[in-house]
């Protein structure tokens, strides 16, 4: 079978996103299991990055999944039920980041704007006073 060709582009996006030739290297390796050796041997390898990398002593762990799947995980780790949390949406995204925070339940104020447009930094001054 022939190799695909795909022209050179880059991509800034929040994804799908350029990768890093190195990246796309070391994705053409052997597959390792989850429970293989040498896949704790890369886990610890990458918890202790991000340990380095967020300063902290606490435990660190990379989340596999969407950008919407880390949107909802630092919901979740960050506030509880009730707390109150300003929302600027300005697109699909964001709502989406809404409806996460009311899945949650907790207490919105929701700073919106016409999509795809800059947010007017005054207006979230003004929902934090």
């Known amino acids: 079978m022939k190799p695909l060709k795909v022209n050179k582009r880059i991509i800034l996006g929040p994804g799908p996103s ?22 704790f041997k890369i886990l610890d390898d990458v918890r ?27 919901l979740t780790c ?12 300005y ?3 964001c709502e989406r980041q ?11 104020i929701p700073i919106r704007t016409e999509w795809g447009k800059q947010m007017d930094p005054s207006l979230l001054e003004v929902a934090l006073r």
């Open 18 to 39: 350029s990768a890093n030739p190195e990246v796309l290297n070391s994705m053409s390796n052997p597959i390792l299991g989850y429970l293989d050796p040498d896949f």
């Open 48 to 74: 202790a990055g991000l340990k380095n990398l967020y300063r902290t002593k606490d435990h660190a762990f990379a989340l596999s999944g969407s950008g919407s799947s880390g949107m909802e995980a630092g």
């Open 78 to 89: 960050l506030a509880e039920r009730g707390d109150k949390v300003i929302i600027c949406s």
């Open 91 to 93: 697109g699909y995204f």
């Open 98 to 108: 809404i409806l996460m925070a009311e899945r949650l339940e907790l207490e919105i």
